[in-house]
C-alpha cells in the first residue's frame, strides 16, 4: 500500500454540537480544534501525501469526519450511507471531491436501506473487515461487499459490541501489525494478524493511522506509542483531544488513498 492523497474538511464552529457518547468530556474548544486539525496536515503531509482540504459545512457538525461518507479502495469509492440521520447528507458533500479523482465507474453507493459509515471499515490489503454497529446494518454490509467483489476485493462482516465504529477499537499497521483494544483482543477474524493489544486506559490510542511507513499516533498515550515505535515504524504525533469530546479520532479525519 501506498497512499498519494488525503482528503480532509475543516471542522466548523458547530463541531462543539457534534454527535457524542461522553458529554462528561465537555464540549469540543473550536480554535483549538483548529489547530489540532492543522497539525494533522502537516504530520499528513510529512509521510508524502497530496492533502485537499475541503471547507467547513457548519450545518454538518460532525462533517470534518470525512472517513466516514466515503470509502476509498484501490479500485474505486463507495459513497456510502451515513447511519446517523444528522449526518447522512454528508455523502452529497463529498461526492463532487471523490469524482475529482474518480470516473463515473469508479463511483459505486450504498443505498436505502442500506446504511454504511466508513468508520467501520477496515482495509487489510484486498480484504475489508466491516463492523455491524448502530450506524452500519446487515444491507449496507451485503451491497458494500457485492462492490467489492466487482472489482475482485473481498469483504467480511464483523459484529460489534461495545464500540461507536470498528476502527474505533481495531486498526490496521501494515506488515501483519494490527492494533487491537476491548472487544476486538479476542476476535477470532483477527486471530491471524500480529496483535498488539491496547490497554485499556489508552483505548482511544488504538485509533493509530498507517500513513505510507509512518504511524500517525494520538497525544497522550505512551504505552501505544512505544509499541508502535518498538514495531519499528517511525512516529508522528498529533493531539486529537479536541476530536476525542465527540468520539472522533485519527482516522475518522481523514480518507487517504
Ligand atoms: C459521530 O458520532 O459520527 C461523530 N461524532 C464521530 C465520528 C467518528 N468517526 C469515525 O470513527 N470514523
Known amino acids: 500500500t501506498k497512499f498519494t492523497n488525503v482528503i480532509v474538511r475543516k471542522p466548523g464552529k458547530s463541531l462543539c454540537n457534534g454527535i457524542t457518547s461522553a458529554p462528561e468530556l465537555g464540549q469540543p474548544i473550536y480554535e483549538r480544534a483548529v489547530e489540532e486539525h492543522d497539525d494533522y496536515i502537516a504530520a499528513l503531509k510529512q509521510c508524502g501525501v497530496e492533502v485537499t482540504e ?43 471531491t471523490i469524482r475529482q479523482f474518480f470516473d463515473d465507474e469508479h463511483v459505486k453507493h450504498i443505498v436505502a436501506p442500506g446504511t454504511l459509515d466508513g468508520g467501520d471499515v477496515m482495509m487489510v490489503g484486498d480484504h475489508f473487515y466491516v463492523g ?72 482511544y490510542g488504538a485509533n493509530c493511522i498507517w500513513v505510507n511507513g509512518t504511524v500517525i499516533v494520538p497525544e497522550g498515550y505512551p504505552t501505544v506509542l512505544k509499541a508502535v515505535q518498538d514495531l519499528g515504524y517511525k512516529t508522528l504525533v498529533v493531539d486529537t483531544s479536541e476530536y476525542r469530546k465527540v468520539d472522533g479520532g485519527l482516522s475518522c479525519l481523514s480518507l487517504r488513498f
Open 54 to 96: 475541503l471547507p467547513a459545512l457548519e450545518e454538518y457538525p460532525d462533517s470534518c469526519f470525512v472517513e466516514d461518507p466515503a470509502v476509498i479502495t484501490r479500485c474505486g469509492a463507495i459513497i456510502t450511507n451515513p447511519g446517523a440521520d444528522s449526518r447522512n447528507g454528508e455523502k452529497d458533500e463529498i461526492e463532487p
Open 132 to 203: 455491524r454497529s448502530a450506524r452500519t446494518n446487515e444491507e449496507g454490509i451485503r451491497q458494500f461487499i457485492e462492490i467489492l467483489e466487482g472489482w475482485g476485493l473481498e469483504g467480511s462482516e464483523v459484529p460489534l459490541e461495545e464500540v461507536l465504529h470498528l476502527k474505533t477499537g481495531v486498526n490496521y499497521l501494515e506488515d501483519g501489525n494490527m492494533l487491537v483494544s476491548g472487544e476486538f483482543i479476542e476476535k477470532p477474524d483477527f486471530a491471524q494478524y500480529n496483535k498488539v493489544v491496547v490497554p485499556e486506559d489508552e483505548a
